[in-house]
C-alpha cells in the first residue's frame, strides 16, 4: 500500500456517493472512474492510478463492477483501515513553519467543531497557500491542488490527517465525521 492509494479511495468514494454516471468519450468528457479521469483529478499519473488500484483490489479496498469493470471504494473497509491503521502504515510528524493550505484541526471541515489549545495550526506546504502553519507533510504531492479542485475531498483529506495526528479527542471527532460523510 502506497499513500496515493488513500487518496484514490477517498475520490471514488465521493464519485461513487455523488452518483457520478459513467460518461461515455464520444461525449467529449472522460469517464471520472478511468485513470485518465482520476490522474486528471488528481494529479496522479496514470500508471500510479492504475497501480493504486490493483493494490487496492487486492487488499479488498476496492471492488469492480462485474459488468463494467469500474471500481468501487469499499467505504466500509476503507473507514476501518483509515481509522484503526493509517496512523501506524502512514505516521504523521509535524514539520517546521511553512506557509501552505490548512489541514487537520485547522481545516474548514472542523471549523466549530474542536477548539484547538495549540500554538500553530497544521498546513500543507503549499506555495498557493493563505496560511502560515506548521507542516504537515500530505498523502501525495499533488494533495493541495487536488483539494482545491475539490471542497468535498478536501474534507475528507482534512479529517484523515486529525486522525493521522491521533489526538484523541481531535481524532474521534474527525473519525466520527469522515464515517458519516463515506456513508452518505
Known sequence: MKSQDIVILLKLALLHRRGDTLVPPEKGRADLFSARGLESALGISKSEVNASINRSVDAGLIVKDHKSGVPRANVGALAEFIVHGLKYVFPVKPGPLVRGMPTATAAPVLKGE???????????????????????????????????????????????????????????????????????
Open 114 to 184: 474542536l477548539v484547538s489549545m495549540d500554538e500553530h495550526i497544521f498546513v500543507w506546504p503549499d506555495p498557493q497557500g493563505d496560511k502560515r502553519g506548521q507542516e504537515l507533510k500530505p498523502l501525495f504531492r499533488s494533495v493541495p491542488d487536488a483539494a482545491r479542485r475539490d471542497p468535498d475531498l478536501y474534507d475528507l483529506l482534512a479529517l484523515v490527517d486529525a486522525i493521522r495526528l491521533g489526538k484523541p479527542r481531535e481524532s474521534r471527532v474527525a473519525q466520527q465525521l469522515l464515517k458519516k460523510r463515506l456513508e452518505a
